[in-house]
């Protein structure tokens, strides 16, 4: 094998795997090479996280990932002040990070974050691309290298935890789902190892599952649980046993809707 086939094959590995279903990562590579902001919508674990690792890995810029909550500030993205050897010094945060180095600065779940972290992400988000540190005085200037990426789950938007229409008009937009079922059934297969065919079988079992959201469910089954629940079977876990702790403990703690899960479960397996 040649040397430039060999480092091929190791550039392949090095990038996560992900199996694109439309045009997102033309739009991912036209966001960065413009300059863009981009929000990504879609419920819980249908890919939007892997999404974003496979998209830096193939642009080869390093990714600063940042999952939001409710205690995540400002102060966290940009950096503070700490006591360091006897010392105050200033840490830069991830965000700063990104900007002043270059690369894709990507904050999961942004909604559940306070809103004095959305005030932050103005500037860097117009034609400005500004990042102001007031505590060191510094106005930072975004290089072109840079790209803000953003995500959130509509299904669960709140009236106290949603993204403002002024701030989703800031960037550019791209709604993410469950994959159709072959691509969703390689896709699990890929990354289990169970073969195709019994993976079609959890798939299969996911749309009936999903079909339940919005009534007994409050989110469907994400194809990172049916990931979870493939490897444990290719590990030679049972099939009842796998799906009980993978499709049904974390989707509902309420005895009645397991017991319809598992319903569900049996009709399909038997």
């Not at 002043?100 to 691309?129: F, Q, S």
């Not at 999903?210 to 049972?238: F, H, N, W």
Request: hydrophobic share 40%.
């Amino acid at each position: 094998m040649s040397s430039s086939s060999a480092r091929s094959l190791e550039s392949d590995r090095e990038i996560p795997y992900y199996h694109a279903v439309g045009n997102e990562c033309e739009l991912f590579e036209q966001a960065y090479r413009q300059h863009l902001p981009l929000l990504l919508k879609g419920p819980t674990g249908c890919g939007k996280t892997r999404f974003v690792s496979h998209m830096a890995a193939r642009l080869g810029k390093p990714l600063f990932t940042v999952s939001c909550h409710d205690d995540l500030t400002a102060a966290d993205l940009t950096g503070r002040y700490l006591l360091q050897g006897g010392e105050t010094r200033w840490v830069d945060g991830p965000l700063t990070r990104a900007v002043r180095e270059g690369g894709i600065c990507y904050l999961d779940e942004v909604v559940e974050a306070r809103k004095d972290v959305t005030v932050v992400l103005h500037p860097l988000t117009d034609d400005r691309r500004l990042l102001p540190l007031e505590r060191t005085g510094e106005l930072l200037e975004a290089p072109d290298d840079f790209m803000l990426v953003v995500s959130y789950n509509p299904g669960y938007q709140h009236i106290l935890k949603s993204l403002k229409p002024s701030t989703r008009q800031r960037f550019v937009a791209q709604t993410f789902d469950f994959p159709p079922p072959a691509v969703e059934r390689d896709i699990v297969a890929r990354e289990s190892g169970l073969s195709a065919d019994r993976c079609s079988a959890l798939v299969n079992l996911a749309a009936r599952l999903r079909d339940m959201k919005g009534q007994d469910l409050e989110e469907g089954v994400s194809t990172r649980l049916l990931v979870y629940c493939a490897t444990l079977i290719a590990a030679g876990m049972p099939i009842m046993e796998a799906t009980r702790a993978t499709l049904v403990e974390p989707l509902s703690d309420d005895e009645d809707v397991q017991e319809g899960l598992m319903e569900a479960i049996r009709a399909t397996f038997g």
